[in-house]
């Protein structure tokens, strides 16, 4: 049996992985250049860039309204704002998700209300959810991990049933489909961050999706001042709007405009790289492949990750088996985002900053409190998705290689 690379042993992985997703394409290139040229770097009106890419959006995802932002996480801002989030409103929150999904709240002095979520897939959990709306529950915000939909009908049916407005977190999930509809189409208001390693990335941005004018208009008044923002404010007030300058920049606006143009054919090739990944896995002990559920597709596929389970390992922690995993030339790590219940903002008050004043007390939190959120994070080993984004089946090969030999070899490493 090879040794392992840890015990001296040589390495499975030799392969280079692929350069990182995003790159610019030569048309993006040729549009960057326009803009410099012609020193067209700021819009606070509906500039050609910024018509282009809001109507580009609102086609692909077939939707009236579309609003470009400087972040997802200002996209956020102006959706929670424009469903009417007021001081003291709780909105339900899945734990398992980037601090951005719950981080305007407290802008909004919200009360932000964090529920379990399922195991396996590390989406909301309806249940849970449920068992946490009180009086005081506004909205509920979702988002669709690693790429994978909610359960959207579910979720319409409870929002409907007690009167919820109900927000997207896109920002894992570009071109991903709940029973042939893409998402961002299926509540009051939808967002998708554009930035990172986003399958739609301009470096950094944001926009806002809504079918609601009355939504559109809120938002705009929030978001965005001066010339846009008379639609909404006489000329004399339009200024600055309520005060956050959240545009979209041109340069962004363009970039991002070129990959709408072909994300289906990149999220083809995408998924067929990363399905080729969860063949390989399919039937090694220790690591499940992330599922997909029949009636839906995970489009963008943010991220990738396995879970993983000592006990068919004889108890081998994850820690150690991701050191052997890295030692043989493996880009896999454990993920690097906690449980939103387990930062410090949601165990104590102490960070709570002078400008939240919810008009009560927000609930905290404690380790066990939401076992799946934690289950899930404990199992899950990432793979280097941002990379995985064009075909590399010799890679792969030896991905499968590596980690057979760790598992092959895990008696040794306990």
């Known amino acids: 049996m090879p040794k392992i690379a840890l015990h001296g042993g040589d390495r499975a992985v030799t392969a280079q992985l692929p350069r990182p997703w995003p790159h610019l394409s030569r048309p993006a290139r040729q549009r960057i250049d326009a803009l410099l040229d012609s020193a067209s770097l700021s819009d606070y009106a509906l500039g050609p860039e910024m018509a282009e890419f809001e109507e580009l959006v609102a086609d692909y995802h077939d939707v009236p309204y579309v609003l470009g932002a400087a972040s997802g996480t200002a996209a956020l801002h102006m959706a929670f704002h424009a469903v009417g989030v007021e001081p003291g409103d709780e909105v339900i929150v899945p734990s398992y998700s980037f601090h951005a999904t719950v ?169 067929s790289v990363l399905e080729g990944l969860s063949r390989r896995l399919e039937g090694i002990p220790g690591l499940r492949p992330p599922s997909t559920a029949p009636d839906v597709t995970r489009g963008g596929w943010y991220g990738y990750k396995a879970l993983y389970d000592p006990a068919e390992l004889d108890g081998l922690p994850l820690d150690r088996f991701v050191e052997a995993l890295q030692a043989e030339g493996l880009a896999v790590d454990r993920p690097s985002n906690r449980p939103l219940h387990r930062l410090n903002m949601f165990t104590s008050r102490e960070l709570e900053p002078a400008y939240y004043q919810p008009g009560g007390e927000r609930p905290l939190y404690h380790e066990g409190e939401l076992p799946g959120a934690e289950s899930y994070y404990e199992a899950c080993l990432c793979f280097p998705a941002p990379h995985l984004h064009e075909p590399c089946d010799d890679l792969l090969d030896q991905y499968a290689e590596g980690i057979l030999k760790v598992v092959k070899n895990s008696g040794t490493l306990r």
């Open 103 to 271: 981080a305007p709240l407290f802008l909004l002095s919200a009360v932000p209300v964090l529920c379990d979520v399922d195991p396996v897939t590390g989406n909301i959990d309806l249940t849970d959810a449920e068992r946490r709306i009180t009086g005081r529950t506004k909205a509920i915000v979702v988002t669709h991990m690693w790429g994978h939909p909610v359960d959207l009908d579910g979720l319409a049916t409870m929002a409907a049933r007690y009167g919820l407005s109900v927000v997207e977190d896109g920002s894992h999930a570009h071109g991903a489909r709940y029973r042939g509809k893409r998402v961002g189409a299926f509540s009051d208001a939808a967002m998708f961050s554009l930035g990172a390693r986003k399958m739609v990335s301009g470096g950094t941005g944001g926009v806002l999706l809504t079918s609601n004018e009355d939504v559109y208009r809120r938002a705009l008044l929030l978001g965005h001042c001066h010339e846009r923002a008379q639609l909404v404010l006489p000329p004399a007030d339009c200024t600055v709007g309520y005060g956050a300058n959240y545009h979209l920049s041109p340069l962004t606006a363009a970039v991002c405009t070129e990959q709408y143009l072909d994300l289906d054919q990149r999220i083809e090739v995408k998924t």
